[in-house]
């Protein structure tokens, strides 16, 4: 949980300027950033994926369509092909690196989604209180209760499973949790003084939620959002593996699909088979890693003396 | 104390879990005869009731248990089963078949002729499942004697020899009232066949025993097994270290492997199913096709674009055959060999010259042609997601024809939203799916019929010529005369292409040697084949099976010992603990 | 507990429970693919059959009296007949739910004796060796996909060692001597599945039972009892440990949806004969009737678990409980 006194706005302070005060605060969470050891090594996965899914690309190309001929179908990693065919005789490398952009992409766009939703859902939830808190949370505890797994199964066999259609998917299925999350913090801020000082110079409910309390809830909605993308990007991988992925844009979830299908495990072609696997790992500890480190950071109680 | 009694509590657990390998499945020798024949597959029956099923898994059960009047020798031409012989009258509207003697039911009732009656008349009455159409044209069904039944039918019936319906008892389907058909499972099938039935665990195995008194001689298999697998690939690790004996249906990459390895034999032969690019040819308005499909030039090019050797090479793994007519190879007594002309095979030049001859040309330079008035070369294609090898075989597709000019727009559905598609006013350009056809032509030429619309057929074809010939080869019995009917039905569809037959499929299994020996293709295939052939005659290798069954019952009683074992241990640990507890006097704590 | 509290509890459950309802119904019937073209989709049917299984399933008629046939066969208790089995829905269930809950109930009690176990161990010796060990662990294992797990399981200790058999919830159609040696055999082929299923929650568990205690120890009364005198180990055992659970009953309970998932893709690698594989099997077939059973009693099982671990939490948590 966000400890609130860590980062809260002070009206009375005229001597240094907004601005100056959001610096101060800023160098502050890198310092003690830079001594969490897991952070960084979080921060470097993270960087390095984002490079790779950014620039790999361009370096090393990747048709999804294009097609080797027969001989070439699942070949083991020589000088050309760095880790060898896959089941259409295409470089698994470069498939990889191509791979690393829908998955990464599905991910965090996904994650936005549900990020957007959980935090509108909770902070009016929370703040409002009241009837629409009783029917956002009945709202909410539905979704939450509706298995994840079968109703995305559903939903993409429904839409179709084009790129698009599986982030909306994931994005409209996954908020839940956070929407519950956000609303227990709401709640904590929602007595704050500053609070009760807004209301008493008459400003309207918007511009409170809008203006004190996300600000306040932001931290933990900031370190939540990484923790959702790791389970964004495995749960993409999951529908993927189990057939619902797109086909023109693969995935590591989806070469994962093909591996399976194929039977690479069956005819020991292993290298079509563990490098994506390897890939969600790696994206999804240093995701892990990331998180776990901002929860330290804003909860003191967490972190090592 | 606690701590420590839990922490060897749970190493105890643990250490139990890891002996579990050691534990052997104890055969109780008696119940589990070692000559057990376990055929692995990737699809299980939806029912074993005939008027439900329509699954080839039923199919090949149904060849097991059910015996019919005639089945199919090797070289598929037909053999009497139930039916020792027969004779049709000069006019061909009436047989006579004379039954096997002596042949008993699985619970011992006595077969007779009056089964057969029961069973026809009510195939011919519930009109469901996979065998009532093949009855069709019956008028009676007489049984003078109880191993005599004639047949009398209203037209000349062409497919009386093929067949294949089971014959049910009657003692027991009597028993089933016709509203009650469409449901009854049919739980514990009882047949005349070589096996019967023993177990079906739904989502696990289905269990078959010989039928030691069988009247075509006993099986040497003893019991005959058939675990499912969700997926091939474990399906496969399992055949290599022996779970299984034999699997059906394993891919293309799992063939070349296995063929490399010794103590297997494998097959990829050409069997009775295809895969094909399905052209909306509607002529009605309503049609949501592109119209330019209803252009035979255009057709024609694409099938000169179609490299099929290399759809099958890349996205099969090479196994499988280019295909040609509707009606596959594998059918030898009715399938016509076309020339390569005829055919329109492989050529891209003559692809490009025939689109230029018809006035597509590539106006604006985009690397796609347009007709006259500017419309494009462009049509959807559709692929079903859940076959990766249809998916990849319509990618390459896409390739194939870009090269002389025809743009595809591919997208990958799914099985159901691609049927709604082509149901909804034949809302679809082009797609990629497959049929699987009997011994007998009538059933796959006729799902390009007129009559099918609405119904099986996918592109709305039709052709008042090719109907008319499809209905004057049903009732030509004269084998000369229906071949030429044949053949000439496949002459119109090459011209008019509603399909191109891209691939007929292999059938790809997979036998291990060093258990069983005998092992014989029919037609290609040792599993789902016209006939039960290998069922019946393969022979367990001698040597193998006294070693395993000494194995086995020395191995008696060898699981028990794990779990006293493990009991022991804990006691052995709590006595400790506790012992050790009394010793350090008692808690302190508790007294606060 | 406080009967205010459970009356709430029991009633937000069941309004849940009828908006399941609702939402299940319509989310399925708004699916594209038309069944009965799938199932006719062989030459050797007739439209005749077509005609009769349209009005074996009642399919056709307006919507809203398909939605009270279906209200009024669910207060039978009857969930319709399957579209692909031709038998009805309960019944096919019944089977296929048994070895699914076998599953994920054991593969529940391993991750989460496995994570209170380690996640004590990490967090009293916070920073130690056994901590980041511990903690690498369950990161990892908390990363991996739960199916990708799975597949390399078989290939190293099935195939390749051969030390568990690679598929199947038992030997196919073989008869065992004594119900112990049935059981042992069941054992044996569930010990992988229950495995994979389970260590990606063993990682999460040990993250939290960690972070939960470290949590507590630093609450005020762990320094008043120290105080006091009390040993460490005492307070640990008897307040910490208890306190630091409580936590983790409610994420039990939200990890449910997680075991579905994962049980259907532990059950699609390893051929387990149970609830998973049926959905999916029922949804490629579009098999309506079966697909809104399977979905119907998932959720309403992940909806009474929610319901006992609330009660459970209310007795446990002093705050609440009188």
New interface residues.
């Given amino acids: 949980m966000v400890d609130p006194n860590v980062l809260q706005p002070k009206p009375e302070i005229k001597i240094m300027g907004k601005k100056d005060v959001h610096l101060r605060k800023y160098q502050q969470i890198i310092a003690i950033f830079k001594s969490n050891k897991i952070g960084m090594f979080g921060v470097s996965i993270f960087v390095f994926f984002g490079l790779v899914a950014l620039i790999g690309p361009l370096i090393f190309p990747y048709d999804p369509l294009q097609i080797g001929s027969g001989d070439e179908v699942l070949q083991s990693p020589d000088s050309t092909h760095w880790l060898g065919t896959d089941d259409l005789g295409r470089d698994v490398f470069a498939a990889l690196i191509s791979g690393s952009r829908v998955s990464l992409g599905i991910g965090l766009l996904a994650t936005f989604i549900t990020m957007v939703i959980g935090t509108l859902i909770g902070i009016s939830s929370g703040y409002i209180g009241g009837k629409v808190d009783t029917i956002l949370m009945r709202f909410t505890e539905i979704f939450l209760v509706l298995p994840w797994l079968p109703l995305m199964l559903v939903l993409a066999a429904l839409l179709g499973s084009s790129i698009w259609n599986i982030i909306l998917v994931i994005g409209f299925t996954s908020w839940s949790s956070t929407a519950r999350i956000v609303r227990a913090q709401t709640l904590s801020v929602k007595e704050r003084q500053f609070i009760e000082r807004a209301k008493a110079i008459g400003a309207n409910d918007f511009y409170i939620m809008y203006k004190h309390v996300l600000p306040n809830v932001f931290p933990l909605i900031f370190a939540n959002t990484i923790l959702v993308s790791a389970v964004a990007i495995l749960s993409e991988t999951s529908l993927s593996f189990l057939g619902m992925g797109d086909a023109s844009h693969p995935s590591w979830g989806m070469m994962l699909h093909y591996a399976f299908t194929s039977g690479a495990a069956s005819v020991g072609a292993y290298w079509f088979l563990l490098p994506p696997g390897l890939c969600v790992v790696g994206v999804v500890l240093g995701f892990t890693f990331l998180g776990y480190a901002f929860e330290e950071l804003f909860n003191p109680k967490l972190r090592r003396s | 104390m606690?701590?420590r009694l839990?922490y060897l509590i749970?190493v105890s657990i643990a250490l139990f879990?890891c002996f579990?390998?050691l534990?052997n499945?104890?055969?109780?020798a008696a119940?589990?005869p070692s000559n057990?024949l376990?055929v692995g597959w990737t699809s299980e029956p939806?029912?074993l009731?005939p008027f439900?099923s329509?699954r080839v898994s039923t199919f090949e059960l149904h060849l097991l248990f059910y015996d019919s009047l005639v089945t199919f020798d090797n070289d598929l031409k037909p053999v009497g089963r139930l039916a020792e012989s027969w004779k049709v009258s000069d006019d061909n509207l009436t047989w006579t078949f004379n039954l096997q003697k002596d042949v008993k039911w699985h619970d011992g009732e006595p077969f007779t002729s009056q089964d057969v009656k029961y069973s026809y008349e009510t195939f011919l009455e519930a009109?469901?499942?996979?065998?009532?159409?093949?009855l069709k044209g019956i008028t009676s069904i007489e049984t003078p004697d109880d191993l005599t039944v004639v047949i009398k039918t209203e037209k000349p019936k062409a497919n009386m020899l093929y067949v294949t319906a089971p014959i049910l008892p009657k003692h027991i389907w009597e028993e089933v009232k016709s509203d009650e058909l469409?449901?009854w499972?049919n739980e514990k099938p009882i047949g005349t066949g070589a096996f019967k039935f023993?177990?079906w665990?739904?989502?696990?195995?289905v269990?078959l025993e010989a039928n030691k008194e069988y009247f075509g001689g006993a099986p040497k298999v003893g019991?005959l097994?058939?675990?499912?697998?969700?997926?091939?690939?474990?399906?496969?690790?399992?055949l290599?270290?022996a779970?299984i004996d034999a699997a059906i249906n394993?891919?293309s990459?799992?063939v070349?492997?296995l063929e490399s390895e010794k103590d297997f034999k494998v097959l990829s032969n050409p069997t009775n199913a295809f895969t094909n690019l399905g052209i909306n040819t509607w002529e009605d308005k309503a049609s949501k096709g592109n119209p330019l499909l209803l252009n035979n030039d255009i057709k024609h090019a694409m099938s000169y674009a179609i490299d099929k050797q290399?759809i099958i090479?890349?996205?099969f793994?090479?196994q499988g055959k280019p295909g040609s007519t509707i009606v596959p190879s594998f059918l030898t007594d009715w399938h016509n060999e076309l020339s390569d002309e005829k055919n329109r095979s492989y050529n891209p030049d003559k692809a490009k010259a025939t689109l230029d001859e018809a006035g597509f040309t590539d106006r604006d330079g985009d690397g796609v042609r347009e007709d006259k008035d500017g419309k494009p070369l462009e049509f959807r294609l559709y692929l079903r997601?859940?076959s990766?090898e249809e998916?990849?075989a319509g990618?390459?597709l896409?390739?194939l024809l870009k090269d002389v000019g025809i743009n595809t727009n591919?997208?990958?559905?799914?099985?159901?939203?691609l049927?709604?598609r082509?149901?909804d006013n034949g809302d679809y350009d082009l797609f990629i799916w497959g049929?699987s056809?009997?011994i007998d032509p009538t059933?796959?030429l006729?799902?390009v019929s007129t009559d099918q619309i609405g119904?099986?057929s996918e592109t709305y074809y039709s052709n008042p010529k090719y109907d008319e010939l499809l209905a004057e080869q049903e009732v030509t019995v004269d084998f000369k005369e229906r071949q030429k009917i044949v053949y000439e039905m496949q002459n119109i569809l090459a011209e008019d292409l509603p399909y191109i037959i891209l691939m007929e499929e292999n059938a790809m299994q997979a036998v291990r040697t060093d258990k069983w020996k005998g092992w014989t293709p029919v037609q290609g295939a040792f599993f789902m084949a016209a006939n039960n052939f290998n069922y019946l005659n393969i022979e367990p290798i001698e040597e193998t099976l006294s070693v395993s069954a000494t194995t086995e019952s020395s191995e008696?009683?060898t699981?028990?010992w794990?779990?006293w074992g493990g009991i022991a241990v804990l006691i052995i640990i709590v006595a400790i603990a506790v012992r050790a507890r009394k010793r350090n006097g008692i808690d302190s704590?508790d007294n606060? | 507990m406080k009967l205010n509290y459970l009356i709430k509890k029991v009633t937000n459950a069941i309004i849940t429970l009828f908006f399941v309802l609702i939402i299940n119904y319509f989310l399925f019937r708004v699916m594209p693919g038309d069944p009965l073209a799938m199932m006719l989709r062989d030459p050797k049917a007739s439209p005749e059959s077509a005609e009769k299984l349209k009005q074996l399933f009642g399919l056709g008629e307006p919507w809203y009296i398909q939605f009270g046939l279906y209200i009024k066969q669910l207060s039978q208790g009857d969930l319709g007949m399957s579209f692909l089995f031709k038998q009805p829905v309960v019944e096919i269930i019944a089977i296929k739910i048994v070895p699914t809950l076998l599953l994920v109930g054991v593969a529940t009690i391993v991750s989460l004796i496995g994570g209170i176990f380690l996640g004590i161990l990490a967090a009293k010796n916070r920073g130690k060796k056994i901590d980041v060990l511990s903690l690498s662990f369950s990161l990892l294992s908390y990363s991996m996909p739960t199916f990708w797990i799975g597949v390399l399981l078989v290939a190293f200790l099935s195939v390749h060692l051969t030390l568990f058999p690679t598929s199947g919830m038992t030997t196919s159609g073989m008869v065992f001597a004594s119900s112990i040696d049935a059981t042992v055999d069941v054992a044996r082929h569930l010990f992988l599945p229950a495995l994979s299923l389970s260590l990606v929650l063993l990682g999460q568990y040990v993250l939290i039972m960690r972070n939960s205690l470290m949590d507590e120890l630093t609450e005020d009364y762990v320094q008043t009892a120290k105080a006091k005198g009390f040993s460490e180990k005492y307070i640990i055992r008897k307040h910490a440990i208890p306190n630091a659970m409580l936590p983790m009953v409610t994420v039990i309970s939200i990890n449910l949806g997680f075991m579905i998932a994962g049980a259907i893709e532990i059950e699609t690698v390893f051929s387990w004969p149970g609830i998973g594989r049926l959905m999916y099997e029922a949804l490629l077939n579009r098999d309506y009737p079966l697909l809104q059973g399977i979905f119907l009693i998932i959720s309403t099982c992940v909806i009474l678990a929610n319901l006992i671990a609330d009660v459970l939490y209310g007795y446990l948590d002093p705050r609440i409980n009188g």
């Fill in positions: 606690k701590n839990s749970i879990m579990l390998p534990a499945n104890n055969v109780d119940s589990n057990t376990r939806d029912s009731s439900i329509n009109n469901m499942g996979m065998y009532s159409d093949f469409e449901t499972p023993v177990e665990k739904k989502g696990e195995f269990k019991e097994i058939f675990p499912l697998y969700a997926n091939n690939d474990t399906m496969v690790q399992s290599k270290i779970e394993i891919n990459n799992q070349k492997l290399k090479d890349v996205a793994s090479g997601s859940n990766p998916v990849k990618q390459i896409h390739v591919v997208e990958t559905i799914d099985d159901g939203v049927g709604d082509i149901y049929w056809t009997d059933t796959i006729s799902i119904n099986l008696k009683s699981n028990s794990l779990i704590f606060m």
